[in-house]
């Protein structure tokens, strides 16, 4: 398996993101594992990295519920980005609203990147699939 | 006159001033009668003949002046004697006085001068003679020739003298008779002509004897006089003014009556022009023949068929008039015809002639012989009447009759003849049979009041004397009777007729309306059924004619305008109820419904009425079609749905209101799921990182997240729990409250906090402000607002918290204003009530307060709103319902 430079964890559940951050870390897919409680925190972060030429997470693990900014927000702004290689975001929630479904849908035909979703809880088995490059 | 030069030739030179006994006595014996006066016209000389003549036998005259012995001696005598005096050679005169008697006398007179032997004037000699014998003799013979002028019936004539010396008039005995007067009667000039009749005959005669008194005229005139007793009589009057020597005497005349002679002519004139307009404008022809043959007259009857003036007839002979058919054969009958009634024969027979046209017309004949009054035929009288016509108007007659019979018969209308005075009935028609079962058998027995019941005999006794008055009656409606005595109504009229006889009989007719009074019933009860239903629609429904205005309404619509009465809604038009907007638009519909003829069906339109208030009507407008095909008005039928509409929107308002609350429900939903979803998610993360984890430190972090996880699974449960008790609680009561007092409560249970935050709080809330609210929610809701106002507080300064109310119909609105951090409600707004929401990164927002504040608010029939500016401040408005 390919390691990977950078995985972003968008959560504001320090137990979900724990879990991720550990489940990656058995599967020793990437050294660098960043996490941010919000969609705000994680964009501004984004945007510093590419003013400072730096490498944007190839994989993002993004939850919906957030405060400030959450995740749908979160994707308007990411998708205005001007990043031009795919990465791979994976939403991860434990919403079985349907128009959460619709969000994702209406995402997926917005941008070149690559929306995952999937509810939570994860396995490690699905985490494996989903933690690769778009 | 031609003595004068003797006489002065004679004694003129003789005679001295002063007169000798000799001179005198010689004067004196003179038989002519003369007077000698000196210039003061003193006698100084007078014949014995003078002296009787004047009637002064018994007065010494000599040395008497003129005016004593004539003591009204006249002025133009005087003027005469001067003026001898003063030259002329002579005067004359007649004159005329009355004698100590009173006897009218007439005298000539010749005045001439008096001179003495030098030629000196020194009086007048005058010389007079007697006349008045002569003077009367010439008025009688005057009379007498008057009198012998009309020679025959001289009893009718009556003679008239007048005397204008004395002023009097004098009639003759017959002329008194004439004018029927008594004996005694003395007319005068004025009673005299006031005799005539007035106008023609009066101013006839007035003008005839002015003209006869000044200018000697006589007069002869056909005139009418009025007699004492009134009696209009036809009279010649003749008059003839008689002078002497230029002296109106007087006049006399003559009355002739000739009434009679008026009369006859005028008869006469009469008769003939009777006669020829009777024999002209007959409908038959009539000629008049002589016992020859011969036409002396024919009428403008037969000249007009004939087509012939009357000179190519007269004087011809009969039979040879064209209109004979065959000449030759007819006119040897005509001549033995004319032969015979000229002996005396009356001669009749029909026959055809011949008209213009050469059309042949069948003639009744007929000669009449005319006789004298000594029996002798003098001449015929010819007479053909066409019997074409008659011919054909019996044959009309016939035909009219025969019509008149079986109308009479056939006729659904019952005939009777009856007896005017004894109520016999006489005759009567099948259709009275029909309707009465009476039969001709019992003709006999019935009278007219037997047909009606006796219930309404007064009314016919009315009728009757109605008939009687006026010759006919009715129609009118009346009961008639059956054989069987049952009744049955009837419109009876009649008209009251005379026979030959004098008879007076009385026609009725009697017309069963019993079908027609059930159809007048039918319908009517019809009618009114229709108007009970119309009335008692729920609908508004009016009728309009062309100009829009109402001429028919129901209840529902008097009542809709605003009135009781029918009348008051009548004739109006919709500009007398809506505003000018409404009525135009209605009026426009009106027209396009009677112009297209398309009806306009559950149109839904607002109306203004005049008062302002707003009515939603379904509408439908239906053209009313005339036999002409075009619309005479239009049917309307409205329906005020003015609350349906209302009902409709409350109905979509609360659809919204359930829609909502079904999507804030599955959002609730959803939030729950995804809440305890996320923490079960955790634990089942947890354990299978425990169960694998075999480091006893890390299964100790493991274990302590469990814990953290189970307690805000636990939080979550109350939260939930929270939300569903104001859910489940919408029937808690609520009570008026006072809102300062609840915020009192508020600021003492937050008291450390505010002063630990160095919060202010500002209450202009006026003291009697009440709200009706759940009191339990007011205490959550304050405590929530004045917590989130001072949580959110900007770092730069110390919150203050302003509290303000104001009132609207509905509501009392509780203004919570704080100068905090603000919020971007376009980027947070729709979320800002929203469960689990958080938008600032203070560590204990859990994203609960307001959704829980926002219900309890919504439980309690309000609302609430927020506005807000970063950085400056947020004011939230919480509306409490005041009504329900």
Same mark, same amino acid.
């Given at each position: 398996?390919?390691?990977?430079?950078?995985?972003?964890?968008?959560?504001?559940?320090?137990i979900?993101?724990?879990?991720?951050?550990?489940?990656?870390?058995?599967?020793?897919?990437?050294?660098?594992?960043?996490?941010?409680?919000?969609?705000?925190? !994680?964009?501004d972060?984004?945007?510093?990295?590419?003013?400072?030429?730096?490498?944007?997470p190839?994989?993002?693990?993004?939850?919906?519920?957030? &405060?400030?900014?959450?995740?749908?927000?979160?994707?308007?702004?990411?998708?205005?980005l $001007?990043?031009?290689?795919?990465?791979?975001?994976?939403?991860?929630?434990?919403?079985?609203? $349907?128009?959460?479904?619709?969000?994702?849908?209406?995402?997926?035909?917005?941008?070149?990147?690559?929306?995952?979703?999937?509810?939570?809880?994860?396995?490690?088995?699905?985490?494996?699939?989903i933690?690769?490059?778009? | 006159?031609?003595?004068?030069?003797?006489?002065?030739?004679n004694?003129?030179?003789?005679? &001295?001033?002063?007169?000798?006994?000799?001179?005198?006595?010689?004067?004196?014996?003179?038989?002519?009668?003369?007077?000698?006066?000196?210039?003061?016209?003193?006698?100084?000389? !007078?014949?014995?003949?003078?002296?009787?003549?004047?009637?002064?036998?018994?007065?010494?005259?000599?040395?008497?002046?003129?005016?004593?012995?004539?003591?009204d001696?006249?002025?133009?005598?005087?003027?005469?004697?001067?003026?001898?005096?003063?030259?002329?050679?002579?005067?004359?005169?007649?004159?005329? +006085?009355?004698?100590?008697?009173?006897?009218?006398?007439?005298?000539?007179?010749?005045?001439?001068?008096?001179?003495?032997?030098?030629?000196?004037?020194?009086?007048?000699?005058?010389?007079?003679?007697?006349?008045?014998?002569?003077?009367?003799?010439?008025?009688?013979?005057?009379?007498?020739?008057?009198?012998?002028?009309?020679?025959?019936?001289?009893?009718?004539?009556?003679?008239?003298?007048?005397?204008?010396?004395?002023?009097?008039?004098?009639?003759?005995?017959?002329?008194?008779?004439l004018?029927?007067?008594?004996?005694?009667?003395? &007319?005068?000039?004025?009673?005299?002509?006031?005799?005539?009749?007035?106008?023609? *005959?009066?101013?006839?005669? !007035?003008? =005839?004897?002015d003209?006869?008194?000044?200018?000697?005229?006589?007069?002869?005139?056909?005139?009418?006089?009025?007699?004492?007793?009134?009696?209009?009589?036809?009279?010649?009057a003749?008059?003839?003014?008689?002078?002497?020597?230029?002296?109106?005497?007087?006049?006399?005349?003559?009355?002739?009556?000739?009434?009679?002679?008026?009369?006859n002519?005028?008869?006469?004139?009469?008769?003939?022009?009777?006669?020829?307009?009777?024999?002209?404008?007959?409908?038959? +022809?009539?000629?008049?023949?002589?016992?020859?043959?011969? +036409?002396?007259e024919?009428?403008?009857? !037969?000249?007009? /068929?004939?087509g012939?003036?009357?000179?190519?007839?007269?004087?011809?002979?009969?039979?040879?008039?064209?209109?004979?058919?065959?000449?030759?054969?007819?006119?040897?009958?005509?001549?033995?015809?004319?032969?015979?009634?000229?002996?005396?024969?009356f001669?009749?027979?029909?026959?055809?002639?011949l008209?213009?046209?050469?059309?042949?017309?069948?003639?009744?004949?007929?000669?009449?012989?005319?006789?004298?009054?000594?029996?002798?035929?003098?001449?015929?009288?010819?007479?053909?009447?066409?019997?074409?016509?008659?011919?054909?108007?019996?044959?009309?007659?016939?035909?009219?009759?025969?019509?008149?019979? *079986?109308?009479?018969?056939?006729?659904?209308?019952?005939?009777?003849?009856?007896?005017?005075?004894?109520?016999?009935?006489?005759?009567f028609?099948?259709?009275?049979?029909?309707?009465? =079962?009476?039969?001709k058998?019992?003709?006999?027995?019935?009278?007219?009041?037997?047909?009606?019941?006796?219930?309404?005999?007064?009314?016919?006794?009315?009728?009757?004397?109605?008939?009687?008055?006026?010759?006919?009656?009715?129609?009118?409606?009346?009961?008639?009777?059956?054989?069987?005595?049952?009744?049955?109504?009837?419109?009876?009229?009649?008209?009251?007729?005379?026979?030959?006889?004098?008879?007076?009989?009385?026609?009725?007719?009697?017309?069963?309306?019993?079908?027609?009074?059930?159809?007048?019933?039918?319908?009517?009860?019809?009618?009114?059924?229709?108007?009970?239903?119309?009335?008692?629609?729920?609908?508004?429904?009016?009728?309009?004619?062309?100009?829009?205005?109402?001429?028919?309404?129901?209840?529902?619509?008097?009542?809709?305008?605003?009135?009781?009465?029918?009348?008051?809604?009548?004739?109006?038009?919709? /500009?007398?109820?809506?505003?000018?907007?409404?009525?135009?638009?209605?009026?426009?519909?009106?027209?396009?419904?009677?112009?297209?003829?398309?009806?306009i069906?559950?149109?839904?339109?607002?109306?203004?009425?005049?008062?302002?208030?707003?009515?939603?009507?379904?509408?439908?407008?239906?053209?009313?079609?005339?036999?002409?095909g075009?619309? *005479?008005?239009?049917?309307?039928?409205?329906?005020?749905? *003015?609350?349906?509409?209302?009902?409709?929107?409350?109905?979509?308002?609360?659809?919204?209101?359930?829609s909502?609350?079904?999507?804030?429900?599955?959002?609730?939903?959803?939030?729950?799921?995804?809440?305890?979803?996320?923490h079960?998610?955790?634990?089942?993360?947890?354990?299978?990182?425990?169960?694998?984890?075999?480091?006893?430190?890390?299964?100790?972090?493991?274990?302590?997240?469990?814990?953290?996880?189970?307690?805000?699974?636990?939080?979550?449960?109350?939260?939930?729990?929270?939300?569903?008790?104001?859910?489940?609680?919408?029937?808690?009561?609520?009570?008026?409250?006072?809102?300062?007092?609840?915020?009192?409560?508020?600021?003492?249970?937050?008291?450390?906090?505010?002063?630990?935050?160095?919060?202010?709080?500002?209450?202009?809330?006026?003291?009697?402000?009440?709200?009706?609210?759940?009191?339990?929610y007011i205490?959550?809701?304050?405590?929530?607002?004045?917590?989130? =106002?001072?949580?959110?507080?900007?770092?730069?300064?110390?919150?203050?918290?302003?509290?303000?109310?104001?009132?609207?119909?509905?509501?009392?609105?509780?203004?919570?204003?704080?100068?905090g951090?603000?919020?971007?409600?376009?980027?947070?707004?729709?979320?800002?009530?929203?469960?689990?929401?958080?938008?600032?990164?203070?560590?204990?927002?859990r994203?609960?307060?307001?959704?829980?504040?926002?219900n309890?608010?919504? =439980?309690?029939n309000?609302?609430?709103?927020?506005?807000?500016?970063?950085?400056?401040?947020?004011? +939230?408005?919480?509306?409490?319902?005041?009504?329900?």
């Open positions: 398996m390919t390691k990977l430079k950078s995985i972003a964890i968008i959560d504001d559940d320090p979900t993101v724990f879990g991720v951050k550990r489940m990656l870390n058995t599967l020793g897919v990437s050294e660098n594992i960043r996490s941010y409680v919000n969609g705000k925190e !994680a964009i972060d984004f945007k510093s990295i590419m003013n400072n030429k730096g490498v944007i190839e994989v993002i693990f993004l939850d919906i519920n957030m &405060p400030i900014m959450d995740g749908w927000q979160f994707l308007e702004e990411f998708i205005k $001007p990043i031009t290689h795919k990465i791979r975001i994976n939403i991860l929630t434990s919403s079985i609203d $349907p128009a959460d479904k619709e969000n994702w849908r209406y995402y997926m035909t917005r941008t070149h990147h690559i929306i995952d979703y999937k509810n939570k809880p994860i396995q490690k088995k699905e985490i494996e699939e933690t690769r490059a778009a | 006159m031609d003595n004068r030069i003797t006489l002065v030739g004694y003129g030179s003789m005679l &001295p001033e002063t007169q000798t006994s000799s001179n005198n006595y010689l004067i004196k014996q003179l038989p002519v009668p003369m007077a000698f006066v000196n210039t003061k016209f003193k006698i100084i000389h !007078a014949s014995d003949k003078w002296v009787t003549d004047f009637d002064f036998s018994n007065r010494d005259v000599i040395g008497m002046s003129l005016f004593e012995l004539f003591e001696i006249s002025k133009s005598w005087k003027k005469d004697l001067n003026s001898i005096i003063k030259g002329k050679a002579m005067l004359s005169g007649v004159e005329n +006085f009355y004698d100590s008697q009173n006897n009218e006398k007439w005298f000539e007179w010749v005045n001439v001068p008096w001179y003495d032997e030098r030629e000196n004037i020194i009086g007048v000699i005058i010389q007079s003679k007697d006349i008045t014998d002569t003077i009367f003799d010439d008025i009688k013979l005057e009379k007498l020739e008057v009198l012998l002028k009309d020679k025959s019936k001289i009893s009718k004539i009556g003679s008239w003298e007048y005397d204008a010396i004395k002023d009097r008039l004098t009639w003759c005995k017959i002329t008194k008779k004018h029927e007067v008594a004996e005694g009667f003395e &007319p005068d000039m004025e009673s005299g002509i006031s005799f005539y009749k007035e106008g023609y *005959s009066r101013n006839t005669i !007035a003008m =005839a004897v003209n006869a008194m000044t200018k000697g005229v006589t007069w002869n005139e056909t005139l009418q006089l009025i007699t004492a007793k009134g009696k209009e009589i036809s009279v010649i003749t008059g003839k003014p008689v002078f002497k020597n230029d002296k109106f005497l007087g006049m006399i005349g003559t009355f002739q009556d000739i009434t009679d002679e008026v009369m002519k005028a008869k006469t004139e009469e008769q003939e022009r009777i006669f020829s307009s009777i024999f002209n404008s007959s409908y038959q +022809f009539t000629g008049i023949l002589d016992t020859e043959g011969t +036409f002396l024919i009428n403008e009857t !037969a000249l007009q /068929f004939s012939l003036k009357q000179e190519a007839i007269v004087k011809r002979k009969f039979w040879d008039a064209y209109w004979w058919p065959i000449p030759d054969m007819v006119k040897e009958g005509l001549k033995q015809v004319i032969a015979a009634a000229a002996r005396g024969e001669m009749r027979s029909e026959i055809v002639v008209d213009k046209n050469k059309q042949p017309i069948p003639v009744d004949f007929s000669l009449k012989p005319i006789h004298n009054e000594n029996g002798k035929v003098v001449s015929l009288l010819a007479e053909g009447r066409m019997i074409k016509e008659m011919v054909e108007a019996r044959q009309k007659l016939k035909i009219s009759e025969q019509k008149f019979r *079986s109308l009479y018969e056939l006729s659904p209308i019952a005939y009777i003849l009856s007896d005017f005075e004894t109520g016999e009935i006489l005759d028609n099948s259709s009275f049979e029909k309707a009465t =079962a009476y039969g058998g019992d003709m006999e027995h019935l009278r007219y009041p037997d047909l009606v019941p006796d219930s309404s005999k007064h009314k016919l006794i009315n009728f009757l004397k109605e008939v009687d008055l006026k010759g006919t009656y009715g129609p009118f409606q009346h009961l008639f009777s059956r054989k069987d005595g049952t009744t049955y109504p009837v419109l009876i009229s009649g008209s009251l007729v005379g026979n030959k006889k004098g008879r007076k009989l009385l026609w009725s007719t009697a017309q069963d309306i019993s079908e027609v009074k059930k159809k007048e019933k039918q319908i009517r009860g019809e009618q009114k059924l229709l108007k009970t239903l119309i009335d008692n629609l729920p609908l508004n429904v009016y009728i309009k004619d062309l100009e829009s205005r109402k001429v028919l309404v129901n209840k529902s619509e008097i009542i809709y305008c605003g009135f009781k009465e029918e009348a008051e809604v009548l004739g109006k038009n919709d /500009f007398d109820f809506y505003d000018e907007k409404s009525a135009l638009i209605s009026r426009e519909e009106d027209l396009s419904v009677m112009n297209s003829l398309k009806p069906l559950g149109k839904e339109t607002i109306s203004v009425k005049k008062d302002g208030s707003l009515i939603r009507f379904m509408t439908s407008k239906i053209p009313l079609i005339g036999p002409d075009k619309a *005479s008005g239009l049917i309307g039928i409205s329906m005020d749905i *003015s609350d349906l509409k209302q009902q409709e929107q409350e109905l979509r308002d609360l659809i919204n209101v359930t909502i609350q079904n999507k804030q429900l599955i959002n609730f939903a959803h939030i729950v799921s995804h809440n305890l979803r996320s079960t998610a955790n634990f089942s993360m947890l354990l299978e990182f425990l169960v694998d984890e075999k480091d006893a430190n890390e299964q100790a972090n493991l274990i302590k997240m469990l814990t953290e996880a189970s307690d805000n699974l636990l939080e979550t449960l109350d939260n939930l729990n929270e939300v569903v008790a104001i859910s489940t609680n919408l029937n808690l009561d609520k009570k008026p409250v006072n809102l300062n007092e609840k915020v009192a409560a508020a600021e003492k249970n937050l008291a450390a906090f505010l002063k630990k935050n160095k919060a202010k709080i500002i209450n202009k809330i006026p003291d009697e402000t009440y709200i009706k609210v759940i009191p339990a205490d959550s809701i304050l405590m929530n607002f004045i917590t989130n =106002a001072v949580k959110y507080k900007d770092d730069n300064r110390n919150p203050i918290i302003k509290l303000t109310v104001s009132k609207n119909e509905k509501y009392t609105i509780l203004s919570i204003e704080d100068n951090l603000g919020i971007d409600l376009n980027k947070y707004g729709e979320k800002l009530f929203g469960m689990y929401k958080t938008f600032h990164d203070n560590s204990d927002a994203g609960i307060g307001l959704y829980i504040t926002k309890q608010i919504e =439980a309690m309000g609302k609430v709103m927020a506005c807000s500016e970063v950085n400056k401040g947020t004011t +939230f408005n919480i509306y409490f319902n005041d009504k329900t």
